[in-house]
T-cell receptor, first 113, second 115 residues
Framework: ETGVTQTPRHLVMGMTNKKSLKCEQH?????MYWYKQSAKKPLELMFV???????ENNSVPSRFSPECPNSSHLFLHLHTLQPEDSALYLC????????????FGQGTRLTVV | GQQLNQSPQSMFIQEGEDVSMNCTSS?????WLWYKQDPGEGPVLLIA?????ELTSNGRLTAQFGITRKDSFLNISASIPSDVGIYFC???????????????FGTGTLLAVQP
């Protein structure tokens, strides 16, 4: 059982679709993160949750909507995305948001058509 | 915003060679982390550094937290084909008192190892 699991691994969606990405961590951590990884760009932090509360929204467009029902699960709800949103979306967790030793999931490769 | 300059951007080496890559920042960090990412996978934490001057090893990997707290390097000795991947540095400068920490990533070093 891996520490941080993301599903699905690959997703193709149209610009009018609604989909959700799921992340689950089995490490007993209290902080969870969403990152976006685009080609030739550094990893971009999108959202941070600490003890289920959102503590960071890094100016992410509202077409990305995170949800953290408990410390082990994190979702990213997607709607009316644009082709430029195609990227690898990575979930990570750490003991708490002041401890940045983050452990990453395998990512969801998202393609918006 | 904060940026990490990571170099080199790519390296093509022969199996058995040693590798060195580094990361520099315009501002001070309290933590330096080094990750490796294989194609189609998420980054995997290799080494974490928490103190200026700290030198830490993980097998054939050695990383150091620069004295100025604005740089870090990663060395790989006697490279093998499975060392292929993208290596990322990451730094953070958390503030006690509740400010949310941010982990800033470098642009990565692509390592290719010729058997």
């Amino acid at each position: 059982e891996t520490g941080v699991t993301q599903t699905p691994r690959h997703l193709v969606m149209g610009m009018t679709n609604k989909k959700s990405l799921k992340c689950e961590q089995h490490l007993g951590h209290n902080a969870m993160y969403w990152y976006k990884q685009s080609a030739k760009k550094p990893l971009e932090l999108m959202f941070v949750y600490n003890f289920k509360e959102q503590t960071e929204n890094n100016s992410v467009p509202s077409r990305f909507s995170p949800e953290c029902p408990n410390s082990s699960h994190l979702f990213l709800h997607l709607h009316t995305l644009q082709p430029e949103d195609s990227a690898l979306y990575l979930c990570a967790s750490s003991p708490e948001d002041l401890n940045t030793e983050a452990f990453f999931g395998q990512g969801t490769r998202l393609t918006v058509v | 915003g904060q940026q990490l300059n990571q170099s080199p951007q790519s390296m093509f080496i022969q199996e058995g060679e040693d590798v060195s890559m580094n990361c520099t920042s315009s501002s001070i960090f309290n933590t330096w982390l080094w990750y490796k990412q294989d194609p189609g996978e998420g980054p995997v934490l290799l080494i974490a550094l928490y103190k200026a001057g700290e030198l830490t090893s993980n097998g054939r990997l050695t990383a150091q937290f620069g004295i100025t707290r604005k740089d870090s390097f990663l060395n790989i000795s006697a490279s093998i084909p499975s060392d292929v991947g993208i290596y990322f540095c990451a730094g953070s400068n958390y503030l006690w008192g509740g400010a949310t920490n941010k982990l800033i990533f470098g642009t990565g070093t692509l390592l290719a190892v010729q058997p």
